[in-house]
């Protein structure tokens, strides 16, 4: 995949164990703009790379993303806290996204949790720079473990964003069903938070009668996973001519490792698309949250790092 060099323009502490890098452009080349929503690899190490989202869609001078420290980090987060330096070069990614906004002029809710805000606050500045209609929810532990607050008192967000502080339990529980009890027409909800967070809402959603396919949804970890061991199964690779019993708690990407076949991952959690394989027989069962519910639907995409097989053989094309 394609990289650029960035350097660190500024780091700055902006909420509680959450940190806000500039990322501009090491050379007198532009950026390409971020659409609302997309995200970055940032390749921390040759071996550690993680993806944020962009939080200033548009800009073609500098990428601005969050990142909030993670306990236990499995390396990325406490590497962006600790190691990385302001003026410090790294290589990055293109802006991708598997949470596009959609540019419809359906109104749109907006609902945050925790570091969730940061695709949240791409959406709301672009949403705000259309004037299309959006509300902002965003849920916090307290004023200082809220990130951006300074962005989201500006004039063109502060009349749409609610910050909802110091929620939990039971208080929270009816803040998000007050939240979702009401729809206006064709309104979307686009959502990104912590996983049980996440899906609170979505349950909520539902049960006030949202459709499934207006609420919009990304992970920063791995959704709940699905049980973990399921049936072995033999996975038969057509262009290598090769085959093997994938086995009850075995990925197929440590199989395919196993075989000696090279793939290409990055966050290993179902939630990048790096690993991403064509299927050419079999029924995957996904457990991956990159691909859309079409694609997923379609079963003619996998990804390796931590989807299955429903069926007793699964071929694919690698
Ligand atoms: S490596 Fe990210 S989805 Fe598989």
Redo the contacts with the bound molecule.
């Keep these: 995949m394609e990289t650029m060099s960035v350097k660190v323009r500024s780091i700055r502490e902006d909420a509680i164990g959450i940190r806000v890098f500039e990322l501009a452009a090491a050379d007198s080349h532009a950026l390409p703009a971020a659409a609302p929503g997309d995200h970055i690899d940032v390749h921390i190490t040759e071996d550690l790379v993680r993806q944020y989202s962009i939080c200033n869609p548009g800009c073609d001078t500098h990428y601005v993303i969050g990142i909030k420290r993670v306990e236990p980090s499995r390396g990325g987060s406490e590497a962006m806290h600790q190691v990385v330096r302001e003026g410090d070069v790294l290589r990055i990614g293109r802006p991708r996204s598997n949470f596009r906004l959609n540019d419809d002029g359906r109104p749109k809710l907006l609902i945050a949790g925790g570091i969730g805000i940061t695709p949240i606050l791409s959406m709301a500045t672009a949403l705000a720079a259309r004037n299309a209609p959006f509300r902002l929810h965003y849920f916090a532990q307290s004023p200082e473990h809220a990130a951006f607050r300074r962005q989201l008192a500006r004039s063109e967000l502060a009349p749409h964003a609610r910050l909802r502080l110091r929620l939990a339990g039971g208080a929270l529980e009816r803040a998000v069903s007050l939240l979702t009890e009401s729809r206006q027409a064709d309104e979307e909800i686009y959502l990104c938070g912590p996983a049980p967070f996440m899906a609170l809402v979505q349950q909520s959603a539902l049960d006030h009668g949202w459709p499934a396919a207006a609420i919009r949804t990304e992970y920063f970890a791995a959704a709940p996973a699905a049980p973990a061991a399921s049936a072995p199964f033999t996975l038969r690779l057509q262009r290598s001519g090769l085959s093997t019993e994938v086995a009850s708690h075995e990925t197929i990407l440590a199989a395919l490792r196993r075989l000696g076949l090279p793939v290409r991952?990055?966050?290993?959690?179902?939630?990048?698309?790096?690993?991403e394989a064509r299927v050419l027989s079999g029924t995957p069962e996904h457990r991956?949250s990159?691909l859309s519910e079409e694609e997923s639907r379609s079963g003619r995409k996998i990804?390796?790092?931590?989807s299955r097989s429903k069926g007793r053989e699964l071929v694919l094309d690698l």
């Design positions: 991952t990055s966050c290993e959690q179902g939630i990048c698309g790096t690993c991956d990159y990804c390796v790092c931590v």
